[in-house]
Nanobody
Framework: QVRLVESGGGLVQTGGSLRLSCAAS????????MGWFRQAPGEEREFVAG????????YYADSVKGRFTITKDNDHSTTYLQMNNLKPEDTAVYYC?????????????WGQGTQVTVSS
């Protein structure tokens, strides 16, 4: 059984930064690709960023390229999402998921989500 726990959300002003964490537990979870998705009110959940199991390959939605960075620490089974230059349109609940598919579709496991609110 895989368990994912997100943390690090909060309220920040436009242009600010936040770092989200996703702590994973479960057998072999360190060998899974990880992804971050987000869901704004009234919107569908959308892909934000993904990372291969080794951490060597990363993927980003066009809307966050150059502002967000995903990293994976296999020693601590934690995946991070560094978010810089935040914009009001980044406001959403952010979820981590695993195992991320080769075409960045979400896996069977989800965390509970963490709220990110960017004020203008």
């Amino acid at each position: 059984q895989v368990r994912l726990v997100e943390s690090g959300g909060g309220l920040v002003q436009t242009g600010g930064s936040l770092r989200l964490s996703c702590a994973a537990s479960g057998e072999s979870v360190k060998y899974y690709a990880m992804g971050w998705f987000r869901q704004a009110p009234g919107e569908e959940r959308e892909f934000v960023a993904g990372v291969s199991w080794s951490g060597g390959t990363t993927y980003y939605a066009d809307s966050v390229k150059g502002r967000f960075t995903i990293t994976k620490d296999n020693d601590h089974s934690t995946t991070y999402l560094q978010m810089n230059n935040l914009k009001p349109e980044d406001t959403a609940v952010y979820y981590c998921t695993t195992p991320l598919s080769a075409d960045n579709r979400p896996g069977a496991y989800w965390g509970q989500g963490t709220q990110v609110t960017v004020s203008s």
